[in-house]
């Protein structure tokens, strides 16, 4: 008669159950370097300064409601989202043939995305980085997908293994779909030269592989909002159809609005209007409509020359300060003298640093000096602040060594 009892655990989600350890150790030096959000020099979420201002706006405004908003999305916010992607000059907008809908956060964009690619489209493929972002293969799986992995990271050169990533692609299976990280790859945050992107598009075309973005950090990796979406903007140019899940988690601090977008790039404006059909079908019967609040932010931002000035300036902000961590601690392990080579710390971009720390070292780290980090030995860049960053470099250095 008991329908739940013989319910297995459902295995931990490894970066929510470091955050719990975190919050529950009362030591007074404990830092946590595992979740992947900004933190300010004080070790604080940051509200940017221009969310703050248009939701005080908007707390003030009375004509603002809680309807529901059409199943697409809000469309000011599409539109604008799509044009922070591809370049407000995008010949594939002028062509109507992009279009987009909103989403639960990337990670709704990514499974509406893989959902469509599946049903609609019939793939059944899937190929991911190794490492990559584990909710890229828990995604994939919980659809159904064979999903494949394609080399990524050298773990001695402590960089991109390029060669095994083009012939991983090479041998797959015409059809199947291809997750990229558009810019900041998480975790190991080693991007792929603008020579390579092109030697991977080829290969991509050649082999008939769908190109699926994941842009999670537009800004976090130069700094520069359109450098950033440089991979997308080529494939579009080379005449890719494609999907880009966008997310605002990150580059605008609006984690828990779940602020995303999912565009998609088409042949022409017809095939256009017939996938916007389906994909809004998928999320109808997925969420039936997204949340109003970060989207009409976002919104508001991306349409107000002013508002985008200071955003983008915001990004820089966090950028930079990321960077400024990778050469503070870049510095203190070379004057430490701690053993091995530092320098993919300062070589690598955007929010993480894959430092090679082995699970040994990790466990190390976490048990005497509870500095929490993932197994894999990422770290969150900002996590660091000038007032703990001498301890964490000690104690790495008495890790290693
Ligand atoms: N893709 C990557 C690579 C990410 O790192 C993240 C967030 N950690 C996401 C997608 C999902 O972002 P969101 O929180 O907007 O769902």
Not at 133 to 159: C, L, M, Q, T
Not at 228 to 246: I, K, M, S
Not at 342 to 361: A, C, E
Request: charged share 20%.
């Amino acid at each position: 008669t008991n329908f739940f009892s013989d319910v297995d655990l459902s295995p931990p989600i490894e970066v929510f159950a470091l955050t719990q350890a975190y919050n529950d150790d009362p030591h007074p030096n404990k830092v946590n370097l595992g979740v992947g959000a900004y933190r300010t020099d004080e070790g604080k979420p940051w509200v940017l300064p221009v969310v703050k201002t248009v939701e005080n706006q908007m707390a003030a405004d009375p004509t603002l409601n809680h309807e529901y908003l059409p199943i697409a999305g809000l469309t000011d916010y599409v539109n604008a989202s799509i044009r922070l992607l591809l370049g407000a000059d995008s010949p594939a907008i002028a062509q109507n043939r992009v279009d987009g809908c909103q989403g639960i956060g990337g990670t709704g964009c990514i499974r509406v995305g893989l959902d469509f690619l599946y049903k609609i489209i019939g793939c059944r493929v899937v190929y991911v980085s190794t490492p990559t972002w584990g909710n890229h293969k828990g995604i994939s799986k919980a659809i159904g997908y064979d999903v494949r992995e394609y080399r990524y990271w050298d773990n001695d050169k402590r960089g991109l293994n390029f060669e095994g990533y083009i012939n991983d692609l090479k041998a797959a299976p015409s059809g199947a779909v291809v997750l990229l990280h558009t810019c900041a790859h998480n975790p190991t945050g080693v991007d792929p030269s603008k020579e390579q992107w092109a030697k991977l598009a080829e290969v991509i075309k050649e082999k008939h592989l769908f190109p699926f973005f994941d842009c999670a950090y537009q800004g976090f990796a130069t700094g520069n909002l359109e450098a950033d979406a440089w991979p997308v903007r080529y494939f579009v140019e080379q005449g890719f159809e494609l999907l880009c899940a966008q997310s605002y988690s990150k580059n605008f601090g609006l984690y828990n609005e779940r602020t995303g977008n999912l565009t998609f790039v088409s042949s022409s404006s017809d095939v256009c209007m017939k996938v916007k059909s389906q994909i809004k079908t998928i999320i109808r019967q997925t969420w039936s409509n997204s949340p109003n609040h970060g989207c009409r932010i976002v919104s508001t931002v991306l349409n107000n020359p002013s508002f985008y000035e200071e955003w983008s300036r915001d990004v820089k902000t966090m950028a930079e300060r990321i960077l400024l961590m990778r050469q503070r601690l870049h510095e203190k392990l070379k004057a430490l003298g701690t053993p091995g080579n530092w320098d993919h710390i300062v070589k690598q971009i955007g929010m993480f640093s894959y430092t090679g720390l082995n699970p040994r070292q990790v466990d190390f780290l976490v048990k005497q000096y509870h500095i929490f980090l993932l197994k894999s030995g990422r770290i969150n860049m900002c996590a660091l602040t000038t007032k703990n960053l001498d301890y964490v470099a000690n104690a790495i250095h008495e890790a290693v060594t």
